[in-house]
């Protein structure tokens, strides 16, 4: 769903080198675009995840009310990319550099496919310690559990088979453009301005954390920590397709679940 269909220039975006200084793994100091441009992008997340962090404000249960939900989530992150690509377009870049190419071979298809699979396994049993640890669930408490999670994300769950069905439509199209936004355009900006790769990282998953704000400071905290683990995907793979699969499957499995939670509540 790259914006940007255009063949890949001469000229991609280079691949990180050995770090004279030592720094493993290595590191791109290039920015991709202005400082005050990431700023910009940053505030505009920051600003509107903070303007829709009240659960009350979304408390209408009409299904219209939900379906504008999931177009405007749909518009707002399609915004925030194309502002993106706009910029690295003028650069003489692509959305496919940015992604990191693509396919060559079966194998490698195949290769992004599994890790996908095995990170979903490690990451989301990391995520549940993580919110153990914080608090935010509680496995001997199903049904306190169940209440939480329906305030919460109430205005959210899908009601109806077309609810449902926009939901997961809005689910592929968030792990595309999230991937974009976080990991390979923030992560990278992040990279180059503070020169070391992991610093980069914790930087785009603090962001990405603060991006959801509807779901409280603790889940936030958790979020986080699950932004660092798709950073670290990216970064190790130089490429974002298997962190754009993970994503866009996590978040449809999440929302085809509330879906029945809705059902069977």
């Known amino acids: 769903m790259s914006p940007d269909s255009q063949p890949t220039p001469a000229?991609?975006?280079p691949e990180p080198s050995?770090?004279?200084s030592g720094d493993s793994p290595a590191i791109s100091r290039k920015l991709i675009a202005p400082i005050w441009h990431t700023v910009l992008i940053v505030a505009i997340v920051v600003t509107f995840s903070f303007l829709g962090s009240n659960p009350q404000q979304h408390a209408s249960t009409s299904p219209y009310a939900r379906i504008a939900l999931y177009g405007g989530t749909f518009l707002f992150e399609l915004i925030i990319v194309l502002l993106i690509w706009f910029w690295i377009h003028r650069s003489g870049l692509s959305m496919r550099d940015l992604i990191g190419g693509r396919w060559k071979t079966m194998e490698s298809f195949l290769l992004d496919i599994a890790l996908a699979i095995g990170f979903l396994i490690a990451a989301n049993a990391v995520l549940v310690g993580a919110r153990i640890a914080l608090g935010t669930l509680d496995l001997h408490h199903m049904d306190k559990q169940l209440a939480e999670t329906k305030r919460m994300l109430g205005h959210m769950i899908p009601r109806t088979k077309v609810e449902a069905g926009l939901f997961v439509g809005l689910s592929v199209a968030a792990g595309l453009f999230?991937?974009?936004i976080f990991r390979g355009y923030?992560?990278?900006?992040?990279?180059a301005l503070l020169g070391n790769a992991y610093l980069g990282i914790v930087a785009s998953a603090v962001i990405f954390g603060l991006a959801h704000a509807y779901q409280g400071g603790r889940m936030m905290i958790a979020i986080g920590i699950y932004g660092a683990m798709f950073g670290l995907l990216a970064h190790f793979r130089k490429s974002l397709r298997p962190g754009m699969?993970?994503?866009?499957t996590q978040d449809a499995y999440s929302g085809i679940a509330l879906f029945f939670l809705a059902r069977s509540m």
Do not use: G, Y
């Open 245 to 248: 699969m993970a994503h866009a």
């Open 11 to 13: 000229s991609p975006l």
């Open 186 to 191: 923030l992560q990278r900006q992040f990279v």
């Open 18 to 20: 050995a770090s004279a």
């Open 178 to 180: 999230e991937e974009i």
